[in-house]
């Protein structure tokens, strides 16, 4: 079997010309195999799955494409016609889900002589005709006709707005006190001695860390939970309103109960049950954790009674470095951007077999370094890594799919997105880097499939956090951080360091989940029954979830992007974590590279994709089922 080729992508400046062509150009295939499998009318169960494997990869291909497109172009010009390419892409797709006659096609056939994979996607297909309201009467179908494409005009003016809200603060250099020297050569003052920070992740999370001037810190907090404020409140609310009529027309209670059907939890209820199940589990040391920083915070406020989340991060800082001799400021001098890069693909080709061969390919911008990535010297997929900030960019961290893999026919390629500086990295953004990788790795060993539907990260949506946060652990290992991460002197991290960031970072775990519990009992609630006042929600929410108030005339949900492509499953990160804490609990801590588990849980997880349910991965490569045991037991230490 020949090996295909990776995508070849036009240069910076014919971009516009290939993204119409690219995503029109699959969509008019896929199209013409529509026509045919109507005209052919195969009753053989294989014959018709190959047909639909075909034309979803041609949709694949076409909307991955776009999605690319929209969120890392730096031309305005190609992001507006990659997002009108995925409002016809999505049309296409809503068309195919309703057509009657494409369903009976596949309803018909008999597939009790399919292997186990076959077998699964017909299934699948068929769940999929059913969710999308295939049975329902002429005018149910097109009213959801109508509201698929109205939603994602609501879901990509959302992102647009928090994309272009980036927002600045001008401020005196003094009002900069305690600000790394290196971030502060890179912030030169402007004519009217004023310095710009902008909320943008390398300025403002470096300031709300470093920054001990209250009010700048203040300022830039209110400014981060403002972005996209107004507008986006208006988007959000009709977001949720489309949403919620889409779940009613198809029978069910609300847009929760729909969209949680087809993850490993089962229903909207059960999101509540899990959400008030963490928060209690963690009630007692976010308690703990916040009174440390509150009576640290008195020592410089005396008289002082709460603490909110303009002055979480500076203090536990400080409490870090107090009581935990953790100097962020000496530690991130062990973390140039390059040496982490080059680190992280050692590290993670030591891990999975992999290596990554560096190839000067033509991308949307001369940021991104893109990889083969090689498996026995033979190469199975592509990658690109787009780590800095610019203008019109996403504005996160995220992978994106440019090609889902298909075993023989196209090698699957993913896209890392996120907004790095180019100088010393907090430790905290070289692990988000690594759980970012994650996904990255689970797209290209999981995209050596027979059918697209089950490529790469195709697994059920609550599970897609656990490989990536299990990688996290790797950046928190003395030995695995020696291989890269040495200072301007090539001086190595020294493990005791690596040892009280370990202790340092588990104060605050408990806070941390409550924050985390809030976002996502938010994220529920807003899709159970859409409030008239979405701010009044955020504020009710957070009192009885997160242990730090509310900041008066902050909209934070105007900015919460995953709101969008997570709408009511944001618990699914902390769902994952729970997974992802038994999962490494196969590992022995004292070699996280020993090969015999570490080749299991590539083989038995990430390479299998989408091709069996997740607990079912999981439960292959432990041994058993997976439980909370592990989650609880760390949180608890």
């Known amino acids: 079997m020949t090996t295909p080729e990776p995508l070849t992508l036009p240069a910076p400046a014919d971009t516009l010309d290939w993204i119409r062509s690219r995503c029109d150009g699959q969509l008019d295939r896929a199209r013409e195999l529509v026509t045919q499998l109507r005209a052919d009318r195969p009753t053989d169960a294989l014959a018709v799955l190959n047909a639909w494997n075909d034309i979803e990869i041609a949709v694949s291909n076409a909307a ?3 999605s690319v497109s929209s969120q890392t ?6 992001r507006d016609a990659a997002d009108e390419a995925e409002q016809r892409i999505d ?3 809503t068309e195919l889900a309703l057509d009657r006659e494409l369903f009976e096609i596949v309803s018909a056939v008999d597939g009790s002589g399919l292997d186990a994979d076959a077998s699964r996607l017909l299934e ?4 999929d005709f059913r969710r999308a309201g295939v049975d329902r009467d002429e005018a149910t179908r097109s009213r959801l006709r109508e509201l698929a494409q109205e939603e994602l005009q609501a879901s990509q003016e959302f992102s647009r707005n928090i994309r272009a809200g980036v927002r600045t603060i001008r401020v005196r250099p003094e009002e900069l006190a305690g600000m790394p020297s290196d971030w502060m050569a890179a912030h030169e003052p402007d004519d009217d001695g004023l310095i710009a920070v902008s909320t943008d992740y390398p300025d403002s999370v470096p300031l709300a860390t470093y920054c001990s001037v209250a009010s700048t810190r203040r300022s830039m907090t209110h400014e981060r939970q403002n972005i996209a404020w107004p507008e986006n409140d208006a988007v959000l609310h009709r977001l949720l309103t489309l949403r ?3 779940a009613r027309l198809l029978g069910y209670a609300n847009w929760a109960d729909y969209d ?3 993850k490993m939890i089962g229903d909207g209820r059960a999101i509540g049950t899990f959400i008030d199940r963490i928060a209690d589990a963690a009630a007692d040391a976010a308690q703990r954790d916040k009174r440390v920083l509150l009576q640290r915070l008195q020592q410089d406020v005396p008289g002082a009674t709460d603490i909110d989340t303009a002055d979480v991060p500076y203090y536990s800082e400080l409490v870090r470095k107090e009581q935990f001799a953790v100097d962020a400021q000496l530690t991130r001098t062990f973390f140039a951007f390059e040496k982490v890069r080059q680190g992280l693909l050692d590290v993670t080709g030591r891990l999975f077999g992999l290596s990554w061969q560096r190839v000067d390919a033509s991308t949307w911008h001369e940021d991104v370094a893109s990889y083969d990535v090689l498996r026995d010297g033979e190469r199975i997929g592509r990658i690109h890594l787009d780590l800095h900030p610019r203008e019109g960019k996403y504005k996160h961290a995220a992978q994106f799919d440019l090609v889902s893999g298909v075993r023989g026919r196209q090698l699957p390629e993913g896209v890392l997105v996120c907004n790095f500086g180019t100088g010393l990295m907090e430790h905290s953004q070289v692990v988000t880097l690594f759980h970012e990788f994650g996904h990255l790795i689970h797209h290209v060993l999981g995209g050596d499939q027979q059918w697209v539907r089950f490529s790469g990260v195709a697994t059920e ?15 928190w290992d003395a030995a695995v951080l020696a291989t890269f991460a040495t200072n301007e002197a090539g001086e190595v991290i020294p493990a005791d360091l690596v040892e009280r960031m370990r202790t340092a970072d588990d104060f605050g775990k408990g806070f941390h989940a409550r924050t985390q519990m809030f976002y996502a009992a938010l994220s529920l609630r807003i899709h159970e029954q859409v409030p008239d006042d979405l701010t009044t929600t955020v504020r009710e929410t957070q009192a009885q979830y997160s242990v730090f108030p509310y900041i008066d005339d902050t909209h934070f949900h105007c900015a919460f992007g995953h709101l969008d492509g997570y709408s009511s499953g944001y618990y699914t990160y902390m769902w ?10 196969a590992f022995d801590r004292a070699d996280l590279f020993a090969p015999d588990v570490a080749s299991r849980y590539r083989d038995r997880v990430l390479a299998r994709g989408g091709s069996g349910d997740a607990a079912d991965l999981v439960a292959d490569f432990l041994g058993r089922p997976y439980t909370f045991d592990a989650y609880a037991a760390w949180l608890a230490e």
């Open 244 to 246: 919620a009529e889409h």
């Open 461 to 475: 949506w609550d599970f897609v956090e656990a490989p990536s946060q299990m990688l996290e652990e790797w950046a």
């Open 64 to 66: 991955a494409a776009a």
């Open 124 to 127: 699948r297909v068929l769940r």
């Open 91 to 93: 049309a296409f797709h």
């Open 576 to 585: 994952s974590l729970v997974i992802a804490k038994d999962m490494f609990s």
């Open 260 to 262: 949680a059907e087809v």
């Open 73 to 78: 172009n730096p031309h305005e010009a190609v």
